[in-house]
């Protein structure tokens, strides 16, 4: 398993790409998961639409 960000997002539309807390980006020969720090379900499923616990990231220098 590979655990760095894929080059193109997974589920683009999904709110864990944007959450403060650092998804981890799980990938197999044939699929692509998303880990959440924070939730009880480590792999909610995708996309992500709506969260309790999503937080937008901080804009970085590139993103202000």
């Not at 193109?8 to 807390?21: G, V």
């Not at 969260?51 to 990231?57: A, E, M, N, Q, T």
């Amino acid at each position: 398993m590979d655990e760095t960000p894929p080059s193109s997002l997974p589920y683009p539309t999904s709110l864990c790409h944007r959450c403060a807390a650092p998804p981890k980006y799980v990938r197999t020969k044939t699929s692509t998961f998303i880990l959440c720090p924070l939730l009880p379900q480590k792999y909610p499923p995708q996309p992500v639409l709506r969260c309790p616990l999503f937080r937008p990231k901080s804009p970085g220098p590139e993103e202000k």
